[in-house]
Nanobody
C-alpha cells in the first residue's frame, strides 16, 4: 500500500486544518486506518483510528477537537482538527496496513 498525506500547514491557535491521506487501491476492506503524530524530540504518539465499520477512537488529548473520517470511494482518510493548540504542533502520519505515510507538518502558533 502507498500513502500520500497532505493538508498540513501553519495556523494560529484556535484555528482548524484538515489532513488527508490518500491510499493506493481500495480501502473498503482495510480493518483500521490511523493517524499518529510526532513532536520534535518526542516519540510518535497515537492520535485517532477509524475501523472499516466506522468506529472511531481518539487520544484523550484530542477528544472533542479532532474528527477522523474515511471516504471509501476516494480511498482517503481524513483528520479534521479544530480548536488547535500549540501543543498540537507535530508531524502527522497516517498508518495503514503496517505502512507509514510520509508525514505532513502541522505548526500551531500561539
Amino acid at each position: 500500500v502507498q500513502l500520500q498525506a497532505s493538508g498540513g500547514g501553519l495556523v494560529q491557535a484556535g484555528g482548524s486544518l484538515r489532513l488527508s491521506c490518500a491510499i493506493s487501491g481500495s480501502i473498503f476492506d482495510i480493518p483500521a486506518m490511523s493517524w499518529y503524530r510526532q513532536a520534535p524530540g518526542k516519540q510518535r504518539d497515537f492520535v485517532a483510528v477509524i475501523t472499516s465499520g466506522g468506529n472511531t477512537n481518539y487520544a484523550d488529548s484530542v477528544k472533542g477537537r479532532f474528527t477522523i473520517s474515511r471516504d471509501n470511494a476516494k480511498s482517503t482518510v481524513y483528520l479534521q482538527m479544530n480548536s488547535l493548540k500549540s501543543e498540537d504542533t507535530a508531524v502527522y502520519y497516517c498508518f495503514v496496513r503496517s505502512t507509514w505515510g510520509q508525514g505532513t507538518q502541522v505548526t500551531v502558533s500561539s
